[in-house]
């Protein structure tokens, strides 16, 4: 019966990440490639932004502080601290080569990484500003007028402009040649007999059915709890909120499973803090299946062997604001 | 009445800061010199823990998050977010060329930098934590357990290690090669007429009194309203908090102006934000002075040429926890 089940799932799993039942598992999963066509300076503005808090309320929290390229592109926390500590209700999930993904937030609400770079700037509970003050905030900026002037060849900052200019610096940070990667493009001793094993189990055990592409992940919506429910501790109902599908609830945007070993916490709800545990779960609600002691250690082996490269580069300095530039309101108002 | 005043404040402060009523003012400001002692595995480590949130309780703060280096080693907020989104009394000096400084914090308090260090992250308005749990997260993480054997050569980490590192990597926050320096150093067409005339202005009317040194400041504590009282936003009493007398109220360490125009907003309650302001209540509650528009635009240009090089380096990678590190707690507990 559970074998049955398993099968069910991975078909149709299949049959929505890729169209096609087929199983050609070492084809669905790709090394990362460098990005081929970024535009350097738009992408040294959209850094200098992403590390910005004045894109914030409050002064406080940027991009970065939630995405910190430190940790992995994500914040290590369950959910986010938002404007006032509040709680966000739902995982910070890593910036890293979520170029990749076929839409950005757990449900997929944003069509790619433009469209998602707004929403943090103006939700209350995260930076709690609006576009409009944002905006205001960088043309009192005269640095920031003189290379957005640059980049974009304007007179006038808009928040298309610092949407793409975030987006593009975002595009820059993948994360090659991790050991795995090695190993797809040949360097055949890349990986130790344990770190195989798990990937020849992440094959057959139906994993790859859901993590694939270059991301292994962020290629499809999957539900939240297939052969068992999930409990989960935030209230997202996921891709429903996006589709209005009733059949569309807990399902997520199946989490890209690079630098793995650097995102923790686990799951849209950050409730699950080692991948030993993570893999026990996938197992059990995903594929019906309870994997070995020996068998969650190989996976776990292998899936630190996905840890790529970290973007290196120096850390921004921020122009400074003019008498001009309002003031953050951290507290109150 | 107004200049016996102002000629009486400067002896006085001059006095106190180095202990001789002369007044060799281009003596009394040098060039900064980059530092020519660092352990650089040492400061390496260092950088990791000043931008590693884990050593908070929430795992959301790190000493870059008030001290940021992408914007002057400040946070540009009048008082600092601490836990919980809690109000800092103060406002958080920057961390840049604080190695100069005689004592740290506006009260002196700590003789150093390392001493510093211990501070914010056991301040339960800071980063909420103590040094037994900060060691504690650093010891279950591998990474870490190596690198502080390999630059401090024991088997055991201790907060004493973890202080001496973040204070050696914040030796290096140095910002040499201002235009100000270029000029003192020879470089004689790196100034405007305007900036000159406001050095000019700035010696003979007796700011370099207190502001001089390598720092142009933070080589004495001063009362803050020697001729007219200052109102403060803030509770601190400044120096009597160490000393217990009360003639050290309302005496505050006397900040640095490298890098001024970064800095902002300005005083220990960060209540002015322009230089043009803090200017005028320099002049006038300071020294009894009331300088002109042109005197004021004057003195604020020769402060612009304050800004050196910033620290450019890559941003740190940090290493990852591991199954066995305690979580952080951003809410509640």
Known sequence: MKVKLRTLAISMTLIGAIGAPTFAAEELVKPIQPPKSINLGMAELGKKLYFDPRLSKSGFISCNSCHNLSMGGADNLPTSIGHNWQQGPINAPT??????????????????????????????????????LAVHVLETIPEYVREFKMVFGKDKI????????????????????????????????????????????????????????????????????????????SPAEGRVAVTGKDADRFSFKVPTLRNVELTYPYFHDGAVWTLKEAVDIMGRLQLGRKF????NAQ???????????????????????????????PFGK
Chains 1, 2 share one sequence.
């Open 95 to 132: 910036v890293l080569n979520s170029s990749l993904n076929v839409a950005q937030f757990w449900d997929g609400r944003a069509p790619d990484l433009k469209a998602q770079a707004g929403g943090p700037i103006a939700n209350p509970g995260e930076m709690a500003f609006t576009h409009e």
């Open 299 to 329: 996976i776990v082996a292998f899936l630190k062997t996905l840890t790529g490269e970290q973007p290196r580069f120096t850390l921004p300095i921020l122009p400074p604001s003019s008498d001009k530039t309002p003031r953050p309101q």
């Open 158 to 233: 808009d928040i298309d402009q610092v949407t793409t200019a975030i987006a593009e610096f975002e595009k820059t940070l993948v994360t090659p040649n991790s050991r795995f990667d090695q190993w797809l493009l040949g360097k055949k001793d890349a990986l130790t007999a344990d770190e195989l094993a798990g990937w020849k189990l992440f094959k057959e055990s139906g994993c790859v059915a859901c993590h694939n592409g270059e991301n292994l992940g962020g290629t499809s919506f999957q539900k939240m709890g297939i052969v068992e429910p999930y409990k989960a501790k």
């Open 292 to 295: 070995t002691e020996k068998e």
